[in-house]
């Protein structure tokens, strides 16, 4: 967490001798300050072939002698080069995440509370619900309400409605903050990488409804929330964070949605900054998360 | 978590044999219905007497052929007997929480959040703070706010009217959600076990001031939250409820207090909970907690 | 844990007014010197019926004017009365744990440390194993070691043999310590609730072959062991006791196994005790723990 | 953890533009083929100067065209450049390891069994003990037992003899695994860096004699262990590694000790392995853990 304004480069490819040497090889030709950097090569299983390098570097605006414009022209040939997928963010350009929320509290106050504390440095352009329940506490904090139904004979329409307000809202990413409807396959397709859900399970055990009465009927002695991309396949997007908690015999059903709420919440608030600070690189349906 | 009406009794005297047989024979004589039971007898380090013995029961409040007040009348020959300290509670009584707040969102966002969802199933009868900030917020809630300002030359006057609030709002506890002035040891002393505090370090680390630059400096790999009950002595008071996160090297003082609210109000959100379900029974500096 | 000998009585019965009440007063009746109860009320999902009730009772052997056998016999009128499934245990007599293991060192070490330090008090009438690895450490140990080979064509005679020794040792429990074979259904049947193992994943996540594997598949953020009952049905016996440990981008299969083999242990060692101790009362598919 | 042999580069140096420039640009020159690498920037608190820089670099040996002699020749004029602290280790060079014992079994055996089965690559020259307890076991593995005493009035005469062992065992680390005893300032200060205790608390809290008996007493409700570097100050040396496990009121300090057997050798184990593999980097009182 800098105060200074700086620049994130974070990028993947194929692995070979000499990347960082390029890449910061690059940086140090024009005197750029590194803030921090992480890299990690991942090697395949099987150990076959080079396996794939992912990268993520901060460097401090002010150190540079070009704006981020000319700092993207000019690294462009080094990521031709090493056949990179790369981008470049600025710190100072805050994202704006969209919120989607139904009945439940506990990850909409815990969003706000950081959203106006300025923990989480970030527009919210607007929250969007099936339900009506949260128009005035939301409206209070100066930011707008869309009431979005959702009816059985209605849902294309919804979606579509959706997507709209997201579009007109320039969202980055959307934010299911226990959203408790299963969105569309071509709206989690349209946006890969940028629908973030809270599933209220240790996945991949108990995917779908009721994961904490799965777990009473498993008696498992931990419960658990997973913070993930949405893909069009429900509950199987690559995983950004976990989290558990002991639960014992006298745990109700009551019990483990009360303390899970407290996990929902924490796991969703560390995956969505991992995500705004650039720091998760998906690789097929797994992330690579530089915390 | 149970939906009935109970009562529950909470209890504690010198070991000795029988307490279990005598109170639960009571119990059973009048057809009361248990829903609950724990009991802990604190062997004496030294190995010397007897021990103390410690009890929580709730009863379901319909399967009594009597009223509270007459349950009160008919087991006091037994407390007696035991020489008990001894209270019951009625589940549909819901106790009043003042909150004490200074310009930090987290744990007031938190302990409202809950409070709204009815998770915690309390009355909020007010919020007192020494700055104006969260004012709106508060009163948005439909919960009246008390601008307490704290100056150097005020500070007796300022807790006398922080008093006469508590007092004429019927508060049964005061929480301390990141209230960032000493209280003056007169207000301490005057409510034993009914001011709870949340502290910023795993104590008794890091007494006193700035504990996550304290942890810095010393370089500890865990920080961690205290919930205790105040005492005139700072920080030193009978410890509730205690939790820790991995940091490492790469962790400003900057993110230790953002991971830290994570912490904090977890942290205070179980401990305010144990105590208004009257699981925390105090002896000397320490307590039994019932989870 | 208790230095004095006592008995411990478990128990379980559909729950109904006065169960404790009973108890308790046969108990105190006989001014036995009760250090240590727990109970659970288990209400069933539903809300159907009136639930199971699940006890245990820690009573000082000498503060009972009367031996364990006229212990058993005076109270089994009143297990009777309410339908209990019962036992009572004597602290002083040690349980006859046998360990299966396999080539791993990890749990066989740890269990034999705690048992030569005396912190498991228990007896190792012998350790069979699959290969021949560890014949001389335990031998050292003083301890028979069975060198039981199981080959394709040869598994239904070797587990025959097992099952033999396993008699002739007068085990009390049989403990899969990493034995990295699968029993056969007759086997498992024969000794419910008395063969523990310790299964590398977080169940009911990565049930059977190469969990560490399977979870670097699906990229989670946590990795764990689950200690659990043998059941004729692979993996889905009745858990004890599971703990978790986070890994991240950085850890390869091969980093997961020595992570895993600490909380494997961790949590054979706690399950372990947990069963010894007669803590553990099996419902259905769960479990009750009175840790 | 690789399995091909690599060496280990780790510095630190006042950190400027172009440190990882240089040093990848000189790795990438001979075709080195980095296997992982780790970079941070210490910020100084108070804001002031440009902090400290600290690397580890792991490069596969074969990769290079030189040997480790030639590569450390090559790589002192940079480090000169930079003001580094730094050295290169070869994976193929196993670090020797002294333990140190004293009557507990559960580090020794725990650090044996990681050493027998090759999951820690390192020699263990010999054991010394202040006890004779251990030498059958220790013996039984092949592994040199020395019984140094440590009496009242010839403690000098032992921790001289002590020495000499180590010296001539070549030991490259000396490891507490609870040695019951507190090394002389002139030993300590002798092997700064290189002596590595487990103190059986959540430090600072708790330091010195009885650790568990002061948490029983505060009423903590975590305890903990610590992994650090001694120095002359008695448990105040760096620390490497710690963690802590929940109790609560049911446990006496017998519990508490046997719980904290659990964590003492995981977090040594943990902290041995990060300084065995180069991870540790010493900055002021604090440690840079390249985990």
Redesign the interface.
């Known amino acids: ?1 800098h105060r200074e304004r700086f620049y994130t480069l974070s990028a993947s490819c194929p692995d070979r ?2 990347i ?3 890449v ?2 690059f ?3 024009h ?13 395949i ?1 099987d150990g076959g072939g080079p396996g794939q390098y ?1 990268m993520r570097i901060e460097i401090r605006a002010d ?1 540079l002698p070009f704006m981020l414009s000319e700092l993207r022209e000019r690294f462009a040939p080094i990521a031709e080069e090493f056949e990179m997928e790369w981008k470049i963010t600025d710190s100072a350009v805050r994202k704006r995440v969209v919120i989607l929320v139904s009945q ?3 990850c909409l ?2 969003l ?3 959203w ?2 300025r ?1 989480l440095d970030i527009e919210i352009p607007c929250v969007i619900s099936n339900h009506d329940t949260f128009r ?2 939301v409206e ?1 904090h100066g930011i707008p309400f869309h009431h979005v139904p959702v009816s059985a004979d209605g849902r294309a329409s919804a979606y579509k409605e959706m997507r709209r307000i997201f579009e007109e809202a320039r969202g980055d990413v959307m934010v299911l903050a226990r959203y408790m409807q299963i969105l569309p396959p071509d709206l989690c397709e349209g946006y890969p990488g940028r629908i973030i859900n809270i599933h209220h399970s ?5 995917v779908g409804a009721r994961p904490y ?1 799965q777990a ?7 419960i ?1 929330a997973t913070c993930h991309y949405v893909t069009a396949e429900l509950d199987q997007g ?2 950004i ?4 908690i ?1 639960i ?3 745990d ?4 483990m949605v ?1 303390y899970g ?2 996990i929902e919440k ?1 796991v969703l ?1 560390r995956g969505l900054r991992y995500h705004l600070e650039d720091r998760v690189l998906v690789y097929g ?5 530089f ?1």
Chains 1, 2, 3, 4 share one sequence.
């Open positions: 967490m001798v000499g960082v040497a390029r910061s090889g940086i140090s030709a005197q750029g300050w590194i803030l921090e950097t992480a890299f990690h090569s991942e090697q299983d992912f150190s439940q509290e506990h106050y815990d706000l509370a950081r106006k504390s923990e005035g506490f209070w240790f996945l991949p055990s108990f009465h009473w009927v498993k008696g498992v002695k931990l658990g690559p995983i964070e976990q989290d558990v002991r014992d015999h006298t109700t059903v009551g019990d009360r709420k407290d924490a608030a349906n797994k992330t690579v998360v915390r």
